[in-house]
């Protein structure tokens, strides 16, 4: 049936867009004084709807835009020392002109128009791209901060993940450069240009996740240096602080870019919960309670070489130092079999996290060919260590030792890959690329049990080896683009406790990942986009170990390393209307993540870990609608969700459709103060297995720039102290319902100084390791 409605929709939609006529547009661009223009980009924008038509640079002087549709166009051209160009163009035939640039005499006036001219949120085919530079998000301390402020997209309570509604744990780039949370957490907000949501990512992207969080940073230009410092306090239940130093130094053809973070942070997190096992004729609640002292120091360097025009050599090195001393008090609750205990669980917990990520790559352009080829290794390393001194306080008697936890985590991933991309005169252009993997994870446990004198000591280690093979072949044919993909992953995973002479996980797998991406051009102002993709979702390293946190003697959070991908199937179709837009999407995903109870009556526990569910539907309408009126834009985005979440082993309830409803606005006052208005919820959510509350929350903030260089902004985040989440949930025969408080209200002044100047960077950098978002 799925193939017959893709058969009969390509169909109808290329005899629309055979129909239609495409024209070329050639530019040829000189000084006002016959200078050379050998550097500079351009950018045609739909006359009507001001959305980015195409984006091409000036090579000797030139510029040529290929397959365009009749109608009018503005044409925006930027070139370093010259003023920039903004025209009109109608095109209903191939055009030819010849354009004349003129020197900058007032740079600093130019940079101003620049700015007012730029929108914060544009909107394309339902993919949402933010411009952070000059806006009022820059003043946000972190990035991981940043991202929960835009549309869609959910942090976890302990913001070592994050999700975007109807589409799950996404992919993140930074640069068309794969990476993870801890690469995220390494970057600064200052050296952010643009976040993009990408809700259909193209076959370039790895089969990893259905959704693409797109970072472009901001590069300068010319020989120079520019540094940035950066001050945020911040008050929420305790006071925190985040101090920041970006530098960026160039001179010919070498860059070099260092940051150094200091942030002294206050963490707070509580967490609740009733049981019942009625079959064992228990009852239990629960509520826990976090204080933290964490100290971070966040270090990044990097060195680029312009080896000529088409080649460089890149070598980046990043890093996170992170030490936690944080003291949890549970009380908790047990009725069993009638006998009654009121517990008072203390956990001095003392833990390093530390990460390490390198890599050098190499680009190189084979002329002949007309072909470019990348090379790059990477090495990365997560260390984590945990020590616990546990007493329990049994119907307020006494405090006694009860457990000594001591727990080892570190994995280290190697990786090395390769591209090839070939382009063809007729727009078409071919892709093919390898990857080899190489991932070691090892766990020490020990724990030294005061009551029953029974000790545990368990070394386990996990190997995974992936090697992955794509070829992608995109173009265009009259109004239709067209891309066609495909990616074969196999996949050798094995793990063993040291003691053992038997392996305890034992697998091997190839999976194979099409994808299918159709955009048909109506005419300028409406666009059809059609899309069918396989992804996979792959268990993070950190849930390979045996680290497990002790919550009271009845209860622990655990990992499971049993845990199988995620395998999904995803329909899509997008119709664009100038800057609105309305998605259709049907997604179907076999073993899907969730968390979940099992009682152990031997040991008399309850163990709480991600399991594999058997299965996961939904179906979403969202609707993207931007607004600009004078002084005042908005971005409102509304997605109505049904989703059903299946395993046989729990109570499956009806599902109903639910809201999640985002609107911004940003208001430009006088005297340059900028005013931003943030709201965003969910109605009641019922998913089949879970059932979890209603949110509404609001943001707010303030900001100014004095004397050019100097930034101040005055935050106010969930002013209502609404985020925190219910879930109720009922599986292996225990009745969960679950609260999790989170200390996302907050007050916080950022100021920011920025001096020196610095142009014209080439630095760039790719990630070639493909898996570096499931070190956690």
Same mark, same amino acid.
């Given at each position: 049936? *799925?193939? /017959?409605?893709?058969?009969?929709?390509? #169909?109808?939609?290329?005899?629309?867009?055979?129909?239609?006529?495409?024209?070329?547009?050639k530019?040829?661009?000189?000084?006002?004084?016959?200078?050379?223009?050998?550097? +500079?980009?351009?950018? *045609?924008?739909?006359?009507?709807?001001?959305?980015?038509?195409?984006?091409?640079?000036i090579?000797?002087g030139?510029?040529?835009?290929?397959?365009?549709?009749?109608?009018?166009?503005?044409?925006?051209?930027?070139?370093?020392?010259?003023?920039?160009?903004?025209?009109?163009?109608?095109?209903?035939?191939?055009?030819?002109?010849?354009?004349?640039?003129?020197?900058?005499?007032?740079?600093?006036?130019? $940079?101003?128009?620049?700015?007012?001219?730029?929108?914060?949120?544009?909107?394309?085919?339902?993919n949402?791209?933010? !411009?952070?530079?000059?806006?009022?998000?820059?003043?946000?301390?972190?990035?991981?901060?940043?991202?929960?402020?835009?549309?869609?997209?959910?942090?976890?309570?302990?913001?070592?993940s994050?999700?975007?509604? +109807?589409?799950?744990?996404?992919?993140?780039?930074?640069?068309?450069?794969?990476?993870?949370?801890?690469?995220?957490?390494?970057?600064?907000?200052?050296?952010?240009?643009?976040?993009e949501?990408?809700?259909?990512?193209?076959?370039?992207?790895?089969a990893?996740?259905?959704?693409?969080?797109?970072?472009?940073?901001?590069?300068?230009?010319k020989?120079?240096?520019?540094?940035?410092?950066?001050?945020?306090?911040?008050?929420?239940?305790?006071?925190?602080?985040? %101090?920041?130093?970006?530098?960026?130094?160039?001179?010919?053809?070498?860059?070099?870019?260092?940051?150094?973070?200091?942030?002294?942070?206050?963490?707070?997190e509580?967490?609740?919960?009733?049981f $019942?096992?009625?079959?064992?004729?228990?009852?239990?609640?629960?509520?826990?309670?976090?204080?933290?002292?964490?100290?971070?120091?966040?270090?990044?360097?990097?060195?680029?070489?312009?080896?000529?025009?088409?080649?460089?050599?890149?070598?980046? *090195?990043? +890093?996170?130092?992170?030490?936690?001393?944080?003291?949890?008090?549970?009380?908790? #609750?047990?009725?069993?079999?009638?006998?009654?205990?009121?517990?008072?669980?203390?956990?001095?917990?003392?833990?390093?996290?530390?990460?390490?990520?390198?890599?050098?790559?190499?680009?190189?352009?084979?002329?002949?060919?007309?072909?470019?080829?990348f090379?790059?290794?990477?090495?990365?390393?997560?260390?984590?260590?945990?020590?616990?001194?546990?007493?329990?306080?049994?119907?307020?008697?006494?405090?006694?030792?009860?457990?000594?936890?001591?727990?080892?985590?570190?994995?280290?991933?190697?990786?090395?890959r390769?591209?090839?991309?070939?382009?063809?005169?007729?727009?078409?252009?071919?892709?093919?690329?390898?990857?080899? %993997?190489?991932? !070691?994870?090892?766990?020490?446990?020990?724990?030294?049990?005061f009551?029953?004198?029974?000790?545990?000591?368990?070394?386990?280690?996990?190997?995974?080896k992936?090697?992955?093979?794509?070829?992608?072949?995109?173009?265009?044919?009259?109004?239709?683009?067209?891309?066609?993909?495909? @990616?074969?992953?196999?996949?050798?995973?094995?793990?063993?406790?040291?003691?053992?002479?038997?392996?305890?996980?034992d697998?091997?797998?190839?999976?194979?990942?099409?994808?299918?991406?159709?955009?048909?051009?109506?005419?300028?102002?409406?666009?059809?986009?059609?899309?069918?993709?396989?992804?996979?979702?792959?268990?993070?390293?950190?849930?390979?170990?045996?680290?497990?946190i002790?919550?009271?003697?009845?209860?622990?959070?655990?990992? /499971?390393?049993?845990?199988?991908?995620?395998?999904?199937?995803?329909?899509?179709?997008?119709?664009?209307?100038? !800057?609105?837009?309305?998605?259709?999407?049907?997604? @179907?995903?076999?073993?899907?993540?969730?968390?979940? #109870?099992?009682?152990?009556?031997?040991?008399?526990?309850?163990?709480f870990?991600?399991?594999?569910?058997?299965?996961?539907?939904?179906?979403? *309408?969202?609707?993207?609608?931007?607004?600009?009126?004078?002084?005042?834009?908005?971005?409102?985005?509304?997605?109505?969700?049904?989703?059903?979440?299946?395993?046989?082993?729990?109570?499956?309830?009806?599902?109903?459709?639910?809201?999640?409803?985002?609107?911004?606005?940003?208001?430009?006052?006088?005297?340059?103060?900028?005013?931003?208005?943030?709201?965003?919820?969910?109605? $009641?959510?019922?998913?089949?297995?879970?059932?979890?509350?209603?949110?509404?929350?609001?943001?707010?903030?303030?900001?100014?720039?004095?004397?050019?260089?100097?930034?101040?902004?005055?935050?106010?985040?969930?002013?209502?102290?609404?985020?925190?989440?219910? $879930?109720?949930?009922?599986i292996?025969?225990i009745?969960?319902?679950?609260?999790?408080?989170?200390?996302?209200?907050?007050?916080?002044l950022?100021?920011?100084?920025?001096?020196g100047?610095?142009?014209?960077?080439?630095?760039?950098?790719?990630?070639?390791?493909?898996?570096?978002?499931?070190?956690?």
């Amino acid at each position: 049936m *799925l193939k /017959n409605y893709y058969s009969f929709s390509l #169909f109808f939609f290329c005899l629309i867009g055979f129909s239609q006529n495409s024209f070329t547009l050639k530019i040829e661009l000189i000084g006002s004084k016959n200078e050379i223009i050998n550097e +500079g980009n351009a950018y *045609l924008f739909d006359s009507e709807t001001n959305q980015i038509i195409k984006t091409e640079s000036i090579v000797d002087g030139q510029l040529f835009f290929a397959s365009l549709n009749e109608g009018n166009y503005n044409l925006q051209i930027n070139c370093e020392e010259f003023e920039d160009i903004d025209q009109k163009i109608t095109l209903n035939q191939n055009l030819d002109l010849k354009l004349v640039l003129s020197k900058i005499s007032f740079t600093e006036l130019n $940079e101003i128009v620049l700015k007012r001219k730029k929108k914060t949120f544009t909107n394309l085919n339902g993919n949402i791209k933010v !411009d952070i530079t000059n806006t009022i998000f820059k003043a946000i301390p972190n990035p991981v901060d940043l991202l929960s402020k835009l549309p869609g997209i959910q942090i976890s309570g302990d913001k070592e993940s994050l999700s975007i509604v +109807g589409k799950g744990n996404p992919l993140i780039y930074i640069d068309n450069q794969k990476v993870g949370m801890n690469d995220l957490n390494a970057l600064s907000v200052e050296d952010i240009k643009t976040i993009e949501i990408i809700k259909n990512p193209s076959s370039k992207y790895e089969a990893e996740g259905k959704a693409v969080i797109l970072i472009i940073r901001r590069l300068s230009k010319k020989d120079g240096f520019e540094t940035n410092i950066s001050e945020v306090a911040s008050l929420k239940k305790r006071f925190n602080n985040y %101090l920041g130093i970006h530098s960026s130094f160039k001179k010919n053809k070498t860059e070099v870019k260092t940051n150094f973070n200091y942030n002294q942070l206050n963490p707070w997190e509580s967490i609740g919960n009733n049981f $019942e096992i009625p079959n064992n004729n228990i009852t239990s609640n629960f509520i826990a309670e976090s204080y933290s002292k964490r100290r971070q120091f966040i270090l990044g360097g990097g060195l680029y070489h312009q080896i000529n025009e088409d080649d460089y050599l890149s070598f980046n *090195l990043s +890093g996170k130092i992170q030490k936690d001393n944080g003291k949890n008090t549970t009380n908790s #609750f047990i009725d069993q079999n009638n006998v009654q205990n009121n517990i008072e669980t203390w956990n001095d917990n003392d833990e390093d996290r530390n990460f390490l990520n390198s890599f050098v790559n190499y680009n190189k352009k084979i002329k002949r060919l007309d072909a470019k080829l990348f090379t790059g290794f990477q090495y990365s390393n997560f260390y984590q260590k945990s020590n616990s001194v546990i007493q329990n306080n049994y119907d307020t008697t006494q405090f006694d030792l009860t457990q000594n936890r001591n727990q080892k985590f570190n994995v280290n991933v190697f990786s090395g890959r390769t591209d090839l991309e070939k382009s063809f005169k007729n727009e078409m252009k071919w892709e093919i690329g390898a990857l080899y %993997l190489l991932a !070691d994870a090892n766990t020490n446990f020990e724990v030294l049990d005061f009551i029953s004198n029974n000790n545990e000591s368990t070394n386990y280690n996990f190997k995974e080896k992936n090697i992955a093979g794509y070829t992608q072949l995109s173009g265009k044919i009259k109004k239709i683009d067209y891309l066609f993909g495909l @990616r074969t992953e196999n996949t050798n995973i094995k793990g063993k406790y040291k003691i053992d002479d038997f392996l305890l996980i034992d697998k091997n797998y190839t999976n194979f990942f099409p994808k299918i991406q159709l955009d048909i051009s109506i005419d300028s102002t409406k666009t059809i986009s059609l899309n069918y993709a396989k992804s996979i979702s792959r268990p993070n390293y950190s849930s390979t170990s045996q680290i497990s946190i002790y919550t009271n003697p009845f209860l622990v959070f655990s990992r /499971n390393i049993n845990l199988n991908p995620t395998i999904t199937d995803e329909v899509s179709g997008t119709f664009q209307y100038k !800057d609105k837009s309305l998605k259709l999407n049907f997604f @179907r995903s076999k073993d899907p993540v969730y968390f979940a #109870f099992l009682y152990d009556p031997s040991i008399n526990l309850i163990a709480f870990n991600a399991i594999n569910y058997n299965k996961e539907s939904g179906v979403n *309408l969202e609707f993207t609608l931007p607004f600009k009126h004078d002084f005042w834009s908005s971005t409102n985005s509304f997605n109505f969700i049904l989703n059903k979440i299946e395993d046989k082993s729990a109570v499956f309830d009806a599902s109903k459709p639910y809201l999640y409803y985002y609107s911004n606005h940003i208001f430009e006052l006088p005297k340059e103060f900028d005013f931003s208005v943030t709201g965003w919820g969910f109605t $009641e959510r019922k998913e089949g297995v879970f059932k979890r509350n209603s949110l509404f929350i609001m943001d707010l903030a303030l900001s100014k720039t004095l004397f050019k260089n100097f930034d101040c902004t005055l935050s106010f985040n969930d002013v209502f102290r609404n985020l925190n989440f219910n $879930e109720n949930f009922t599986i292996n025969d225990i009745a969960s319902k679950g609260i999790y408080y989170t200390d996302t209200r907050e007050m916080s002044l950022s100021i920011r100084y920025k001096f020196g100047k610095i142009k014209d960077s080439n630095y760039q950098e790719r990630d070639i390791d493909e898996n570096s978002n499931r070190i956690k």
